[in-house]
């Protein structure tokens, strides 16, 4: 670039920097001020606009440290759990969708939702045991795909399957919790780890088998062919040959998920109480006080949220660059 060329760039840069920085810098300047600071502000500048304070932090980590702990553990046993279970089933999906062919007959498709349907009728409006009504509803399935499976004649392609896979993102979090309130009410799970860490595996899991279906893509199938002929079963062939190669992305999806996990809100206010909640779940609780919002102490916990993070993004940087990029340009 030319020298005026490139000083337009490297000036746009940082001021593009200072917008995305500035936020941080606030937050973290303002867990070190006193509430008269908040009040009277805005300051900026530690020890030249205000004396700064450890009140906050003295509070959250000292005086509320038992549920500051608390929050922090649960967080991190269900962002941590939940992301290895929807990357260990996402990731073997997408191999399976990127090499093998599969070419399901719609009205078949069609024929298990309609029995699903009725399953859930029967348990629902005519109080049918679901094990039962689950099992009628299966043998009632194989049965019509046997006398009527032969008539249909449309197929779904692996495309198909992926895209209706990425679809249930689209539908707002909002829509089903109240159901999946209810399930795990009958399972009597609410308020549990286990909760949390099954269904943030399951409504992350489009995101890494769309994510990591283009990786696997990208990787030449010769490779795969070459460890069959030497008596690879398809499984090795994924664990030793698949996965190492997909590290770049695998990393780059690992980040996401835990981030998404890691932030998730609406799920956790319904299905917790006080055993299992999470740190998002702590910050909105400060903006509930009888005192108003207290900036100061959320800013704390906000920077507390911020760190395993950042410090996995430090861990995960060398995988992360090339894995945002790999498979975007085909050909």
């Known amino acids: ?25 606030w937050v973290l300047i303002t867990s070190f001020k006193t509430a008269q600071a908040v009040n009277n502000g805005p300051f900026f500048i530690p020890w030249v606009d205000f004396t700064p304070s450890l009140h906050a932090w003295k509070d959250l980590l000292v005086t509320d440290a038992a549920d500051t702990f608390s929050s922090f553990f649960n967080s991190i046993v269900i962002g941590v759990l939940s992301t290895m279970l929807c990357i260990a089933i996402g990731s073997m999906a997408a191999y399976a ?9 719609f009205g078949n498709i069609l024929l298990f939702v309609m029995a699903l349907a ?3 009728w029967a348990v629902w409006k005519l109080g049918v045991d679901w094990k039962l009504s689950a099992a009628a509803a299966i043998a009632v399935w194989l049965l019509l795909v046997l006398t009527l499976g032969r008539f249909f004649k449309r197929s779904v392609s692996n495309g198909d399957i992926l895209f209706w896979m990425i679809s249930q993102r689209i ?25 949390l860490i099954l269904t943030y595996a399951v409504i992350n899991l489009p995101i890494v088998i769309w994510l990591m279906y283009d990786f696997i893509d990208s990787i030449p199938i010769e490779l795969e062919e070459s460890a069959q002929l030497d008596g690879a079963s398809r499984f ?13 992305g695998l990393a780059a999806t690992t980040l996401l998920v835990l981030i998404l996990a890691w932030n998730e809100y609406i799920l956790a206010v319904f299905l917790t109480t006080s055993k299992a909640q999470t740190m998002p779940i702590l910050v909105s609780a400060m903006n509930a006080g009888e005192r108003g919002i207290l900036w100061w102490s959320m800013c704390v916990v906000i920077v507390v949220m911020i760190i395993p993070v950042v410090v996995m993004a430090i861990v995960l940087q060398r995988f992360i ?11």
Not at 1 to 25: Q, R
Not at 97 to 105: D, E, G, M, V
Not at 171 to 195: E, G, K, R, S
Not at 321 to 331: F, T
């Open 118 to 120: 009725a399953c859930a």
């Open 171 to 195: 539908l707002p979090p909002i829509v089903t919790v109240i159901p999946i309130y209810m399930m795990f009410q009958n399972l009597q799970l609410l308020d549990t780890h286990l909760a």
């Open 97 to 105: 969708l990127a090499r093998i062919t599969y070419r399901p007959k």
């Open 321 to 331: 660059a090339k894995g945002v990029l790999l498979g975007a340009v085909k050909g």
């Open 236 to 248: 090795r062939t994924f664990w030793e040959i698949v996965l190492p190669l997909a590290k770049p």
């Open 1 to 25: 670039m030319a020298p005026a060329t490139k000083f337009l760039v490297y000036t746009l840069l940082l001021c593009w920097t200072l917008v995305v920085v500035f936020p941080l810098y």
